[in-house]
């Protein structure tokens, strides 16, 4: 269990590792913490995509702050334009993170659980990260600025029936949309759309008590 933080917007107590090419896995690189395994911890993993053409050098402040307070990012370097190899990128980092932590001579072995991985990724690595969501050993998918829902590029809608585990969506304007309204919309049902910049899609929810610009 990661120890309690009083201010998750400060930097965690883990330090931070970058190692330019995973062992064995030259797709991606690792963002980890310096600790690594310190007091017994074994680190929960994140399996990180990046938005069409990007590198995750575009996204180190992001994953350097998730290492520090203790996950284990194994990060694709390089995304391509299209999310049919993002995803198979995507179960290749997951399937790496699972054999580590049990091979034999392998430096994260007893130190990364396998039984806590979460996807994350933005844009088309959101988009991979619904179908990669699927994958049995994923315990939470997490996605910045895309959805399925009116999708532009032919994202299979079915993969919404992966979510087995925990979703978080992170979508927005320019407007601010932090609203109490949303939560309630939430939970009364709601499917992620395209593109953040849409704001968020929320069914299900009568006129009242949907959150600004939300749209069916």
């Known amino acids: 269990v990661l120890p309690p933080i009083a201010d998750p917007?400060?930097?965690?107590?883990?330090?931070?590792?970058?190692v330019a090419t995973a062992p064995g896995l030259d797709t991606h690189g690792l963002?980890?913490?310096a600790k690594l395994g310190d007091?017994?911890?074994?680190?929960?993993?994140?399996v990180w995509t990046n938005g069409a053409g990007?590198?995750?050098?575009?996204?180190?402040?992001?994953l350097a702050h998730f290492a520090s307070h203790g996950f284990f990012v194994v990060a694709n370097k390089m995304s391509a334009g299209n999310h049919d190899p993002e995803i198979v990128e995507q179960k290749a980092g997951i399937d790496w993170a699972i054999a580590e932590a049990a091979r034999s001579g392998s430096p994260y072995a007893g130190k990364i659980d396998p039984d806590r991985i979460a996807v994350a990724g933005h844009s088309l690595g959101s988009i991979s990260s619904f179908a990669a969501a699927a994958h049995p050993s994923v315990k939470a998918s997490i996605h910045w600025s895309a959805?399925?829902?009116?999708?532009?590029?032919?994202?299979?809608?079915?993969?919404?029936?992966?979510l087995h585990a925990p979703a978080a969506f992170f979508?927005?304007?320019?407007?601010a949309r932090g609203d109490h309204r949303?939560?309630?919309a939430l939970a009364l049902g709601a499917r992620p759309d395209a593109h953040g910049d849409r704001g968020p899609?929320?069914?299900d929810a009568p006129p009242e008590e949907r959150p600004p610009g939300a749209r069916h």
């Open 39 to 46: 007091n017994g911890i074994k680190h929960p993993i994140i």
């Open 171 to 175: 979508c927005g304007g320019a407007e």
């Open 182 to 184: 949303l939560v309630d």
């Open 201 to 203: 899609a929320v069914v």
């Open 147 to 162: 959805g399925l829902t009116g999708n532009p590029v032919g994202a299979d809608e079915a993969w919404l029936q992966g």
């Open 54 to 62: 990007g590198t995750s050098d575009f996204y180190k402040n992001l």
């Open 9 to 18: 917007a400060m930097p965690g107590p883990f330090g931070v590792e970058m």
């Open 31 to 33: 963002v980890i913490p």
